[in-house]
Protein backbone atom coordinates (compact mmCIF):
# COMPACT_ATOMS: atom_id res chain seq x y z
CA UNK A 1 0.00 0.00 0.00
CA UNK A 2 1.36 3.83 -0.62
CA UNK A 3 -0.43 5.74 1.58
CA UNK A 4 1.82 8.78 0.44
CA UNK A 5 -0.36 12.24 0.45
CA UNK A 6 -0.10 14.28 -2.45
CA UNK A 7 1.75 17.96 -1.20
CA UNK A 8 -1.16 19.97 -0.53
CA UNK A 9 -2.74 17.39 1.70
CA UNK A 10 0.52 17.03 3.77
CA UNK A 11 1.15 20.63 3.82
CA UNK A 12 -2.72 21.14 5.07
CA UNK A 13 -2.23 18.35 7.84
CA UNK A 14 1.10 19.63 8.77
CA UNK A 15 -0.25 22.94 9.19
CA UNK A 16 -2.90 22.01 11.68
CA UNK A 17 -0.35 19.49 13.49
CA UNK A 18 2.15 21.89 13.76
CA UNK A 19 -0.65 25.22 15.00
CA UNK A 20 -1.60 22.49 18.00
CA UNK A 21 2.34 21.58 18.94
CA UNK A 22 2.64 24.43 21.88
CA UNK A 23 0.14 22.88 23.95
CA UNK A 24 1.21 19.39 23.81
CA UNK A 25 -0.99 16.70 22.48
CA UNK A 26 -4.56 17.66 22.76
CA UNK A 27 -7.90 16.31 25.07
CA UNK A 28 -6.86 17.61 28.85
CA UNK A 29 -6.00 20.75 30.41
CA UNK A 30 -2.44 21.99 31.42
CA UNK A 31 1.01 21.39 29.90
CA UNK A 32 1.60 17.39 30.53
CA UNK A 33 2.63 16.61 27.28
CA UNK A 34 4.80 17.47 24.10
CA UNK A 35 5.70 16.29 21.22
CA UNK A 36 8.17 16.98 18.15
CA UNK A 37 8.80 15.85 14.29
CA UNK A 38 11.16 12.92 13.19
CA UNK A 39 10.86 12.67 9.10
CA UNK A 40 13.65 12.70 6.39
CA UNK A 41 15.77 9.85 6.35
CA UNK A 42 16.29 9.86 10.06
CA UNK A 43 13.01 7.94 10.31
CA UNK A 44 13.49 5.38 8.45
CA UNK A 45 17.17 4.90 9.60
CA UNK A 46 16.37 4.73 13.05
CA UNK A 47 13.49 2.09 12.19
CA UNK A 48 16.05 0.85 9.44
CA UNK A 49 17.74 -2.28 11.47
CA UNK A 50 13.97 -3.79 12.22
CA UNK A 51 13.36 -7.55 11.33
CA UNK A 52 10.93 -7.12 8.14
CA UNK A 53 7.78 -8.94 10.71
CA UNK A 54 8.09 -6.60 12.86
CA UNK A 55 7.83 -3.55 10.07
CA UNK A 56 4.85 -5.19 9.03
CA UNK A 57 3.47 -5.28 12.47
CA UNK A 58 3.88 -1.68 12.93
CA UNK A 59 3.00 -0.91 8.75
CA UNK A 60 6.42 1.19 8.32
CA UNK A 61 6.36 0.40 4.94
CA UNK A 62 3.52 3.15 4.52
CA UNK A 63 5.25 5.68 6.88
CA UNK A 64 7.24 8.54 5.86
CA UNK A 65 7.85 10.12 9.39
CA UNK A 66 6.35 10.00 12.93
CA UNK A 67 5.03 12.30 15.19
CA UNK A 68 7.14 11.29 18.63
CA UNK A 69 4.85 12.25 22.06
CA UNK A 70 5.97 12.45 25.51
CA UNK A 71 2.93 12.06 28.00
CA UNK A 72 3.55 12.40 31.79
CA UNK A 73 2.30 10.09 34.24
CA UNK A 74 1.04 11.39 37.98
CA UNK A 75 0.79 9.22 40.61
CA UNK A 76 -2.31 7.47 40.29
CA UNK A 77 -4.86 6.79 42.34
CA UNK A 78 -3.77 6.84 46.23
CA UNK A 79 -5.14 3.08 47.16
CA UNK A 80 -6.00 0.34 45.51
CA UNK A 81 -9.04 -0.83 43.45
CA UNK A 82 -12.20 -1.55 45.43
CA UNK A 83 -12.40 -5.14 43.59
CA UNK A 84 -9.03 -5.64 45.18
CA UNK A 85 -9.88 -4.54 48.57
CA UNK A 86 -9.31 -0.49 48.42
CA UNK A 87 -6.44 0.57 51.15
CA UNK A 88 -3.31 0.79 51.51
CA UNK A 89 -2.53 -2.18 53.43
CA UNK A 90 -0.91 -5.18 52.26
CA UNK A 91 0.11 -4.26 49.02
CA UNK A 92 3.22 -4.88 46.67
CA UNK A 93 4.30 -1.89 44.69
CA UNK A 94 3.08 -1.08 41.25
CA UNK A 95 5.80 1.37 39.24
CA UNK A 96 4.03 4.41 38.53
CA UNK A 97 4.28 4.19 34.74
CA UNK A 98 1.72 0.96 35.63
CA UNK A 99 -0.51 2.80 38.17
CA UNK A 100 -3.00 3.79 35.40
CA UNK A 101 -3.13 2.77 31.92
CA UNK A 102 -1.66 5.89 30.63
CA UNK A 103 -1.27 3.86 27.23
CA UNK A 104 -4.80 3.82 26.42
CA UNK A 105 -4.56 7.80 27.44
CA UNK A 106 -1.64 7.95 24.84
CA UNK A 107 -3.56 5.97 22.20
CA UNK A 108 -6.47 8.24 22.90
CA UNK A 109 -4.91 11.65 22.86
CA UNK A 110 -2.55 10.58 19.54
CA UNK A 111 -5.98 9.43 17.96
CA UNK A 112 -7.82 12.65 18.43
CA UNK A 113 -4.53 14.58 16.84
CA UNK A 114 -4.66 11.74 13.93
CA UNK A 115 -8.97 12.66 13.67
CA UNK A 116 -8.09 16.38 13.56
CA UNK A 117 -5.35 16.21 10.81
CA UNK A 118 -7.44 14.48 8.62
CA UNK A 119 -10.95 15.79 9.22
CA UNK A 120 -8.76 19.07 8.27
CA UNK A 121 -7.45 17.55 4.80
CA UNK A 122 -11.04 16.57 4.07
CA UNK A 123 -12.11 19.73 4.72
CA UNK A 124 -10.50 21.16 1.92
CA UNK A 125 -11.79 18.80 -0.27
CA UNK A 126 -8.09 16.42 -0.46
CA UNK A 127 -7.52 12.55 0.01
CA UNK A 128 -6.20 12.11 3.62
CA UNK A 129 -5.34 8.48 3.01
CA UNK A 130 -6.95 5.31 4.84
CA UNK A 131 -7.22 5.59 8.54
CA UNK A 132 -4.89 2.93 8.56
CA UNK A 133 -2.11 5.33 7.10
CA UNK A 134 -2.49 7.47 10.33
CA UNK A 135 -1.08 5.08 12.83
CA UNK A 136 -1.02 5.52 16.36
CA UNK A 137 1.20 3.46 18.94
CA UNK A 138 2.16 3.21 22.19
CA UNK A 139 4.44 0.63 24.50
CA UNK A 140 5.21 -0.22 20.60
CA UNK A 141 8.29 -2.58 19.67
CA UNK A 142 9.60 0.38 17.91
CA UNK A 143 12.89 2.33 19.03
CA UNK A 144 10.57 4.71 21.00
CA UNK A 145 13.13 6.18 22.70
CA UNK A 146 15.72 6.46 19.77
CA UNK A 147 12.94 8.20 18.02
CA UNK A 148 12.06 10.71 20.77
CA UNK A 149 15.97 11.32 20.96
CA UNK A 150 16.06 11.97 17.32
CA UNK A 151 13.03 14.36 17.41
CA UNK A 152 14.93 16.54 19.93
CA UNK A 153 12.18 15.59 22.48
CA UNK A 154 14.28 15.18 25.15
CA UNK A 155 17.94 13.64 26.41
CA UNK A 156 19.32 10.37 28.06
CA UNK A 157 19.89 10.33 31.57
CA UNK A 158 22.27 8.03 33.04
CA UNK A 159 19.39 6.13 34.01
CA UNK A 160 18.85 5.59 30.88
CA UNK A 161 15.49 7.13 30.44
CA UNK A 162 14.30 9.82 28.45
CA UNK A 163 14.54 13.39 30.15
CA UNK A 164 11.45 15.10 28.55
CA UNK A 165 12.16 18.84 27.62
CA UNK A 166 14.81 20.59 26.17
CA UNK A 167 16.97 22.67 28.78
CA UNK A 168 15.38 25.70 27.59
CA UNK A 169 12.08 24.46 28.64
CA UNK A 170 10.55 25.47 32.31
CA UNK A 171 7.92 23.70 31.78
CA UNK A 172 10.50 20.72 31.59
CA UNK A 173 8.71 17.26 31.43
CA UNK A 174 11.41 14.86 32.70
CA UNK A 175 11.44 11.30 32.92
CA UNK A 176 8.50 10.37 34.24
CA UNK A 177 6.73 10.34 30.63
CA UNK A 178 5.85 7.65 28.74
CA UNK A 179 6.42 7.76 24.89
CA UNK A 180 4.11 7.22 22.24
CA UNK A 181 3.93 7.65 18.19
CA UNK A 182 1.91 8.22 15.21
CA UNK A 183 3.10 7.09 11.83
CA UNK A 184 2.50 9.47 9.02
CA UNK A 185 1.87 9.46 5.62
CA UNK A 186 3.80 12.39 4.87
CA UNK A 187 7.40 13.42 5.47
CA UNK A 188 7.59 17.28 6.76
CA UNK A 189 11.12 17.41 5.91
CA UNK A 190 9.52 17.81 1.94
CA UNK A 191 8.44 21.28 2.74
CA UNK A 192 8.69 22.44 6.51
CA UNK A 193 11.31 24.81 8.11
CA UNK A 194 13.64 22.71 9.16
CA UNK A 195 13.40 24.80 12.81
CA UNK A 196 10.28 22.70 12.79
CA UNK A 197 11.72 19.38 12.35
CA UNK A 198 14.20 17.46 14.83
CA UNK A 199 17.20 18.12 14.26
CA UNK A 200 19.35 15.95 11.59
CA UNK A 201 21.18 13.20 13.44
CA UNK A 202 24.94 13.78 13.88
CA UNK A 203 26.49 11.08 15.80
CA UNK A 204 24.16 10.40 18.79
CA UNK A 205 21.29 12.86 17.90
CA UNK A 206 20.37 16.08 19.76
CA UNK A 207 19.24 14.36 22.49
CA UNK A 208 23.17 13.14 23.23
CA UNK A 209 24.60 16.74 22.07
CA UNK A 210 22.30 18.89 24.04
CA UNK A 211 22.09 17.18 27.20
CA UNK A 212 20.84 18.10 30.76
CA UNK A 213 21.46 15.16 32.81
CA UNK A 214 24.94 16.56 34.83
CA UNK A 215 25.79 12.99 35.44
CA UNK A 216 24.71 13.75 39.32
CA UNK A 217 24.61 9.93 39.53
CA UNK A 218 21.67 10.13 42.06
CA UNK A 219 19.95 7.51 39.98
CA UNK A 220 23.11 5.34 39.64
CA UNK A 221 23.60 5.32 43.61
CA UNK A 222 19.70 4.74 44.19
CA UNK A 223 19.96 1.40 41.88
CA UNK A 224 19.07 -1.71 44.40
CA UNK A 225 21.13 -4.01 42.19
CA UNK A 226 23.68 -2.31 40.42
CA UNK A 227 22.51 -1.77 37.01
CA UNK A 228 23.87 1.49 36.20
CA UNK A 229 27.27 3.07 36.44
CA UNK A 230 29.05 6.62 35.80
CA UNK A 231 29.83 6.03 32.62
CA UNK A 232 26.32 5.36 30.90
CA UNK A 233 26.38 1.82 30.94
CA UNK A 234 23.26 -0.13 31.62
CA UNK A 235 23.20 -4.10 32.59
CA UNK A 236 19.55 -5.28 31.86
CA UNK A 237 20.60 -8.60 33.47
CA UNK A 238 21.58 -6.78 36.37
CA UNK A 239 17.71 -4.61 37.00
CA UNK A 240 15.07 -5.12 38.69
CA UNK A 241 12.41 -4.16 36.36
CA UNK A 242 13.73 -6.18 33.61
CA UNK A 243 12.89 -9.84 35.60
CA UNK A 244 9.80 -8.14 37.08
CA UNK A 245 8.02 -9.78 33.67
CA UNK A 246 9.77 -13.37 33.89
CA UNK A 247 8.67 -16.18 35.45
CA UNK A 248 10.75 -18.85 37.22
CA UNK A 249 13.73 -18.34 39.18
CA UNK A 250 15.62 -15.20 39.39
CA UNK A 251 19.39 -14.80 39.94
CA UNK A 252 20.03 -13.81 44.09
CA UNK A 253 21.37 -10.40 43.48
CA UNK A 254 17.77 -9.63 42.20
CA UNK A 255 16.16 -11.59 44.80
CA UNK A 256 18.03 -9.67 47.09
CA UNK A 257 17.07 -6.48 45.91
CA UNK A 258 13.44 -7.02 45.50
CA UNK A 259 11.79 -5.50 48.24
CA UNK A 260 8.03 -4.57 48.19
CA UNK A 261 7.86 -4.42 44.57
CA UNK A 262 5.25 -6.43 42.22
CA UNK A 263 5.82 -5.05 39.15
CA UNK A 264 8.42 -2.52 37.67
CA UNK A 265 10.80 -0.10 39.76
CA UNK A 266 11.20 3.61 40.50
CA UNK A 267 14.31 3.61 42.42
CA UNK A 268 16.30 5.58 39.51
CA UNK A 269 13.37 7.70 38.72
CA UNK A 270 12.78 9.25 41.75
CA UNK A 271 16.04 9.76 42.30
CA UNK A 272 16.09 12.11 39.66
CA UNK A 273 16.04 15.99 40.64
CA UNK A 274 14.35 16.00 36.77
CA UNK A 275 11.85 14.01 38.56
CA UNK A 276 8.86 15.78 40.12
CA UNK A 277 4.58 14.11 40.82
CA UNK A 278 2.50 16.09 38.64
CA UNK A 279 -0.96 15.50 40.42
CA UNK A 280 -2.00 17.93 38.02
CA UNK A 281 -2.27 15.72 35.03
CA UNK A 282 -4.94 13.79 33.41
CA UNK A 283 -6.23 10.60 35.22
CA UNK A 284 -5.45 8.30 33.35
CA UNK A 285 -8.39 5.62 32.26
CA UNK A 286 -7.65 2.09 34.10
CA UNK A 287 -6.48 3.40 37.71
CA UNK A 288 -4.46 0.73 39.87
CA UNK A 289 -2.86 2.87 42.58
CA UNK A 290 0.40 2.27 44.54
CA UNK A 291 0.06 -1.23 44.80
CA UNK A 292 -1.97 -4.57 44.53
CA UNK A 293 -2.96 -6.56 47.69
CA UNK A 294 -1.16 -9.63 47.89
CA UNK A 295 -3.57 -11.83 49.71
CA UNK A 296 -5.49 -11.37 46.55
CA UNK A 297 -2.68 -11.73 44.16
CA UNK A 298 -1.79 -15.15 46.03
CA UNK A 299 -6.17 -16.15 46.54
CA UNK A 300 -7.68 -14.99 43.20
CA UNK A 301 -8.41 -17.98 41.05
CA UNK A 302 -6.41 -16.79 37.34
CA UNK A 303 -9.50 -15.83 35.57
CA UNK A 304 -10.46 -13.66 38.59
CA UNK A 305 -7.00 -11.80 37.92
CA UNK A 306 -7.43 -11.33 34.30
CA UNK A 307 -10.93 -10.21 34.20
CA UNK A 308 -9.93 -7.55 37.22
CA UNK A 309 -6.62 -6.23 35.52
CA UNK A 310 -8.35 -5.94 32.15
CA UNK A 311 -8.08 -2.69 30.68
CA UNK A 312 -5.19 -1.42 33.25
CA UNK A 313 -2.04 -1.22 32.39
CA UNK A 314 -1.22 -4.66 33.63
CA UNK A 315 -3.73 -6.06 31.68
CA UNK A 316 -1.50 -6.91 28.33
CA UNK A 317 -1.52 -10.27 28.63
CA UNK A 318 2.34 -10.39 28.14
CA UNK A 319 3.11 -11.18 31.88
CA UNK A 320 2.35 -15.20 32.78
CA UNK A 321 0.70 -15.02 36.06
CA UNK A 322 3.13 -17.26 37.60
CA UNK A 323 5.39 -14.16 37.48
CA UNK A 324 2.80 -11.80 39.16
CA UNK A 325 2.42 -14.51 42.17
CA UNK A 326 6.38 -14.65 42.29
CA UNK A 327 6.77 -11.70 42.62
CA UNK A 328 3.83 -10.93 45.14
CA UNK A 329 5.61 -13.96 47.46
CA UNK A 330 8.96 -12.35 47.12
CA UNK A 331 7.30 -8.90 48.08
CA UNK A 332 6.46 -10.38 51.23
CA UNK A 333 9.71 -11.05 52.35
CA UNK A 334 10.29 -7.00 52.58
CA UNK A 335 8.39 -4.28 55.32
CA UNK A 336 4.84 -2.84 54.27
CA UNK A 337 5.04 -0.83 51.18
CA UNK A 338 3.11 1.84 53.51
CA UNK A 339 2.93 2.28 57.52
CA UNK A 340 0.50 4.77 57.84
CA UNK A 341 0.38 4.37 61.69
CA UNK A 342 0.70 7.47 63.70
CA UNK A 343 4.36 8.95 63.67
CA UNK A 344 5.08 6.59 60.91
CA UNK A 345 5.99 8.50 57.29
S1 LIG B 1 14.70 0.28 37.15
FE1 LIG B 1 15.48 -0.13 39.23
S2 LIG B 1 16.88 -1.86 39.01
FE2 LIG B 1 16.54 -1.02 36.93
S3 LIG B 1 18.20 0.45 36.61
FE3 LIG B 1 16.49 1.63 37.50
S4 LIG B 1 16.85 1.58 39.72
FE4 LIG B 1 18.14 -0.01 38.82
S1 LIG C 1 19.68 11.23 38.69
FE1 LIG C 1 21.32 12.66 38.00
S2 LIG C 1 22.69 11.33 36.78
FE2 LIG C 1 20.75 10.24 36.96
S3 LIG C 1 19.59 10.78 35.12
FE3 LIG C 1 18.94 12.20 36.75
S4 LIG C 1 20.30 13.99 36.50
FE4 LIG C 1 21.22 12.30 35.34
Known amino acids: MDSTLDRKAAEAAFSF ?20 WLGGSDFHRLCGGLPDPVR ?19 EGP ?23 NWYAEMLRRLGLLASGA ?21 NSGLPERALALGAGLGSRGLNQLLIAGRPADKGRLGPGVILGLLLLPFDPADFAEPS ?13 LDPVCPSCGACVAACPSGALDLQGGFKREACVQHWTTRPGDLPVRIEAAWGRRLYGCDACL ?10 EAYPAPGGLGPGLPVSWLLS ?41 SPGKL
Do not use: I
Not at 56 to 72: E, M, T
Not at 118 to 138: E, F, N, Y
Open 17 to 36: LEALRPAGLPGAAGADSAWA
Open 56 to 74: GRYGLKGARACLVAALAYT
Open 78 to 100: SEAPAWAGGGRDGLAGLARFARA
Open 118 to 138: RDKVLGLGLDPGPPTAWRTLA
Open 196 to 208: SLGKPLEGLGPGF
Open 270 to 279: EACPYFAPRP
Open 300 to 340: AADGDLKKALKGTALGLGWMPLEAWRRNARLSLKAGPLFDD
